[in-house]
């Protein structure tokens, strides 16, 4: 009997499949793939691709998310070095570095290997928490702050402890929250409203006393200016009187009539402006009305 | 399929055939009627087959098509082949375009979406409000205390409690890492944006997180959040200035912290004022200082230009006085008494009484009214 070869080509189709079923299986790029041989541990797959297997139930093949998982710590409660409670919260992100043992320990349940992880990254916090003071966790002095520090020494504790037994990798680990107890709070805000108080009257003191400096230094440096002024001011006037005694030499020549001049001059000035002048009948050019001569003799008040 | 299909009567026509033996029967109606319906069978098989060789070539033509597909311009794609990437390097990206797979479980086709920006919040530091709360800007009532897993807020160096919330916009830098080697990319950039936000927290004082040096703590934020995100090569890419900050001191001691507030404007206000005045006694003295100065050579000037006027005139007169000082002096006084009365407001002339006895002058003189200076107000 003659054969169709669609016929032929379709039953061959259907025969790999079937077989690639059976004899084939694939992991993906995000998996990492144990085989067992009658139940028994044969091999693990971490690469991504094809791979061939014995059919069911010869060998079964387990595959896990070979991912990076989130893992996120409710906060709770420890103690410092120095005694004090500080409310702590971690997160981490861990895969699986070893698919038997992964098998072995959670059957393969990631459910079940967060639950086994978290009181082993809760025991590495209290225990390195313990060790360090506050200060090593909150501090304005970066030489004395131990943050990084603190959270490797928690991974590394984590890391010894889950590796080996748990076929489980940490890739990350940090701290998501730190707090004080609820009734700490309260004593804080105390302190802080304390400090605030203290910072207003400094600002509002240190506002004045500037103030005042500034005012002060100003006043200095007007009545210096104003003092330097007068400095040179008499020292052009003295400049003055040198260059006009150069002048004066010239009434040596006849003191009198300088002395008469200047009087003169002196007269004149002085009477200058809202005079009341009494005169008496000796008075110049009064005395002329007496019909005899005479020098003065008048009383002047200004 | 057979192919038995040759037109009847060619096999057995009984007339090409004369030495063949005879049918027992000769043929009648009823064999013509079988022979048409025989080859009507054909014939639709015929037809039947054709419309199914048509329909597999149509189902071969949807089974290439099917396996067309596209990639938007904010897109990149990853092809892999049962469960393996397909390429090396670059080539691993499949870019915007149109593109060809085979079907599941030989091509798999993951896209990501590494033009379009992602946002995360972080909230751990921040106090506890609704969304409706969060629209309104409404804050919530001053406790007293914080309650741990309800209010968040965050520890400053100086022990200070604050509130501190980022948010954080990125973009998917590799692909490759983003998708395969995290489970849950998203979450774990939201661990670590709680962690910068309480580590920079930790080494920032209140003060500075809060008013002082609100841009540097921003930085710290955005420094820290790349340095794990490229320890644990997420594959993320944050551009500069893609996380903001938002800090608040708490409702318990807000008022406290305005008081500060206002205590150094206050304190400004006082500073700023005292070199208001500084500003202007300088001025003023300078002012003064230059007038005193032009006093001083106006002065100068005077004098040096009068006492040689005084000098010349002396000079010229003295010759007349060496001739007659007696009748010079006269002269010269009775010409100043002249202008003396002249001058003068008020004249008294005081006659010699009869009696010859000296007058007696009683003067009641009256304060001259000071010109008062208007006081210009104090600036103390």
């Known amino acids: ?302 | 399929m057979d192919n038995d299909a040759s037109p009847p009567g060619s096999k057995h026509d009984p007339t090409s055939a004369p030495g063949a033996p005879q049918p027992a029967a000769a043929p009648g109606p009823a064999q013509g009627a079988e022979d048409a319906s025989a080859e009507a069978l054909s014939e639709a098989l015929r037809s039947s087959f054709n419309i199914v060789k048509m329909l597999m070539g149509a189902l071969v033509v949807a089974f290439i098509l099917s396996g067309v597909f596209t990639i938007k311009s904010n897109q990149v794609a990853i092809k892999l082949r049962f469960g393996r990437v397909v390429g090396v390097g670059e080539g691993q990206l499949l870019r915007p375009g149109l593109h060809w797979k085979l079907p599941y479980p030989v091509h798999e086709i993951v896209y990501v979406p590494v033009g379009e920006s992602h946002t995360v919040t972080s909230t751990a530091g921040w106090y506890s409000q609704t969304p409706e709360e969060a629209a309104s800007g409404q804050k919530p009532q001053p406790l007293g205390m914080l309650r741990p897993g309800v209010d968040g807020y965050t520890l400053a160096g100086d022990g200070d409690i604050i509130h501190a919330r980022a948010t954080l916009t990125y973009r998917i830098g590799d692909p490759i890492s983003y998708v395969f080697n995290f489970a849950n990319a998203t979450n774990l950039l939201q661990h670590i944006l709680d962690n910068a936000l309480f580590y920079v927290s930790a080494r920032f004082s209140a003060d500075d997180a809060l008013y002082r040096n609100k841009l540097a703590f921003q930085e710290a934020v955005q420094a820290r959040v790349e340095k794990l995100v490229e320890q644990l090569k997420l594959g993320v890419k944050i551009e500069s200035g893609e996380v903001r900050i938002d800090t608040e001191p708490p409702v318990d001691v807000a008022e406290a912290f305005n008081n500060v507030i206002k205590a150094q404007q206050q304190g400004d206000i006082k500073i700023q004022e005292a070199e208001t005045y500084a500003r202007g006694a300088t001025n003023k003295a300078v002012g003064d200082a230059s007038v005193i100065l032009r006093g001083g050579l106006t002065a100068s000037n005077n004098l040096v230009t009068t006492v040689a006027a005084e000098a010349d005139r002396f000079a010229k007169l003295l010759p007349s006085y060496e001739a007659d000082p007696g009748l010079f002096k006269r002269r010269f006084l009775a010409d100043r008494m002249g202008q003396v009365l002249t001058n003068a407001q008020y004249k008294i002339f005081l006659p010699e009484r009869a009696d010859g006895k000296p007058w007696e002058l009683r003067l009641q003189l009256s304060k001259e009214p000071e010109i008062r200076k208007k006081e210009s107000p104090k600036t103390e």
């Not at chain 1, 990798?169 to 805000?189: C, H, N, R």
């Not at chain 1, 207003?200 to 006043?219: F, H, N, P, Q």
């Not at chain 1, 009187?241 to 200047?262: C, G, T, V």
């Open chain 1, 1 to 302: 009997m003659k054969r169709n070869p669609i016929t032929v080509f379709t039953a061959a189709v259907l025969l790999v499949i079937f077989a690639c079923m059976l004899f084939t299986f694939q992991v993906r790029q995000t998996e990492v793939a144990v085989v067992t041989t009658f139940g028994r541990y044969s091999h693990s797959v971490t690469n991504a691709g094809f791979q061939f297997r014995l059919p069911w139930p010869i060998q079964k093949v387990y595959q896990f998310d070979h991912r990076v998982q989130s893992f996120e710590r409710k906060f709770d409660e420890t103690i410092t070095k120095d005694q004090i409670n500080v409310i702590i919260a971690v997160y981490a992100g861990w895969r699986i570095a070893d698919p038997k043992l992964f098998l072995e320990s959670f059957n393969g349940d990631t459910t079940r290997a967060e639950q086994t992880l978290e009181p082993v990254i809760r025991n590495a916090k209290s225990g390195v928490i313990s060790t360090n003071n506050f200060s090593d966790l909150i501090s304005t002095n970066q030489a004395e702050l131990k943050f990084d520090q603190i959270e490797k020494a928690m991974l590394d504790a984590v890391q010894a402890q889950i590796k080996q037994t748990y076929g489980v990798a940490i890739e990350s680990l940090g701290i998501k929250q730190l707090g004080l107890p609820e009734s700490i709070t309260s004593t804080v805000f105390e302190r802080m409203r304390a400090e605030r108080q203290r910072l207003v009257a400094g600002y509002l003191s240190e506002g004045e006393r500037r103030a005042k400096i500034t005012r002060a230094d100003a006043d200095a440096q007007a009545n210096k200016i104003l003092a330097e002024a007068s400095g040179e001011a008499k020292r052009i006037l003295g400049e003055a009187d040198a260059k006009a005694s150069q002048y004066y030499e010239a009434f040596r020549k006849n003191p009198d009539l300088a002395i008469f001049l200047m009087q003169l001059n002196a007269l004149e000035q002085s009477l200058k402006d809202r005079a009341y002048l009494i005169l008496g009948p000796q008075t110049a050019p009064f005395n002329l009305l007496n019909g005899a001569p005479g020098d003065a003799g008048a009383g002047v008040r200004k």
